[in-house]
Structures are given as C-alpha cells and as structure tokens.
C-alpha cells in the first residue's frame, strides 16, 4: 500500500530564504508527483506536476525534483516571500491506480517578514 | 471564469440529518472527485466518477453516496451512517486526456460540522 509523508510537518524561515520541503514514498511505481498549495480554508492550487519519467520540473521560483528510485521528492522554493505562506502537499499517482492520488499530510510554511 | 464551484461553504448538521454537498463545474472535464480533509491527515478519496452515470467508491465511501447525472454536477449526500462526518470536503475535476488529464482542479471545500 502507498504512504506519503512529508516533513517537516512545520516550517518557520525568514524572508528571503531558500528552502526545501520533502516528500517520500513507500512504493517507488508511480506514474507521476504533484506538488500543490492549499491556503487556509481553501481548495488546492496544482504548483508543479513530475511524470515518472522526469527527473525536475521549474516554475518560476519553484523547483520539484523527483528520484523514483530512492523513493523522494523535493520542492524547492527560492527567495521565499511572506505570500508563500502555505501548506504544501504533495501527491503520487501510483501506476495502475485510475486517477487516484496519494496525499501526504503536508508541510505548513510561515514566511516570516 | 472556469472553475469549480462548491456549496454551501459551510455546513452544520444535526446528528441523524442526510446533507447534500453541491459541486458543479465549467470545466468541460470527464473526471470528477471528493476528498475528505481532516487536521493531520492527507485528503482521502471518497467517490469519483469517470464519466456520466458512472461513479466507484474511493478509499472511505462508507456513509456517502453519489450521483453523477450530468457532466457538469457531482453531489455528495453525508447520510446519517456516516459516524463522523465532521471534516473539509473538497471536490475536485480533471480531464481525460490531453496535456492537463493528470493535474487536478480543486474547488474552495465545504466545510462540514455536526452539532
């Protein structure tokens, strides 16, 4: 069965910082990784979508990695701003699952101006 | 705009009572969703549906059910099996082919409380 976590649960940085948010999984066949942005009481926002076959992908001051084999994923986020403050999932879509994501539990991030 | 639109934003219920969530999209897309959202834990499938008149239970299907009538529409009736039906709810659609058929659009959630 896949599980998603993501840690830290929490993240507090200063403006300006780059940081990393982590996202592992537990069965490596997947067909693809997405990274989201929910706002608080709000519905999620798609920040980056990585086939199986995709190493990165870029938008922006964002930057998903993805390493199948290791079973991780990482969103980088540069020159963080206060408006980056978020929560940030992220999801597998395991290969042979029919539309059917995996969430992790996300990770809370306060930009601190 | 397209989008998708939920309703009502807020809910309550009393213990017993059957509520229907309301989920419409202009999207044009074949593929509809509902996820349930509580604190500490990552969105759990509870329905989704392919095409019109066709729908599979997710993971927590349990004290839900469906329809799928019109391509446009996915309601989600909370009935009163459902033992804990306090959570965010959160619909959601993509299509079936094409560049975006793996991104999912979400809308704003409902938020469900029972008094």
């Known amino acids: 069965k896949q599980e998603v976590t993501q840690i830290p649960a929490a993240l507090s940085v200063p403006e300006g910082e780059n940081l990393v948010l982590n996202c592992s999984f537990t069965d490596s066949a997947i067909y693809n990784l997405q990274w989201f942005r929910q706002d608080p009481g709000k519905g999620l926002t798609s920040l980056l979508l990585?086939?199986?076959?995709?190493r990165e992908q870029t938008s922006g001051r964002l930057n998903a990695s993805l390493d199948k084999s290791s079973g991780r994923s990482t969103l980088y986020i540069a020159a963080s701003q206060p408006g980056d403050s978020a929560t940030y999932l992220c999801?597998?879509?395991?290969?042979?699952?029919?539309?059917?994501?995996?969430f992790g539990t996300g990770t809370l991030l306060a930009v601190q101006p | 705009d397209g989008g998708i639109t939920q309703s009502p934003k807020y809910l309550f219920r009393k213990e017993g009572q059957n509520v229907t969530l309301s989920c419409e999209q202009n999207l044009n897309h074949d593929a509809m969703y509902w996820y349930r959202q509580d604190p500490g834990q990552g969105l759990r499938l509870i329905y989704y549906?392919?095409?019109?008149?066709?729908?599979q239970k997710g993971d927590i299907a349990e004290g839900y059910s469906v329809s799928r009538e019109k391509k446009e529409s996915f309601p989600l009736t909370v009935t009163s099996a459902q033992k804990n039906p306090t959570a965010f709810y959160l619909c959601?659609?993509?299509?079936?082919?094409?560049?975006?058929?793996?991104?999912?659009?979400f809308g704003a959630g409902s938020r469900l409380t029972v008094l």
């Open positions: 549906s392919q095409i019109v008149n066709d729908f």
């Open positions: 990585i086939q199986s076959s995709q």
């Open positions: 959601a659609s993509t299509p079936q082919q094409g560049s975006g058929a793996n991104v999912l659009t």
């Open positions: 999801a597998v879509r395991t290969a042979g699952a029919t539309n059917k994501l995996i």
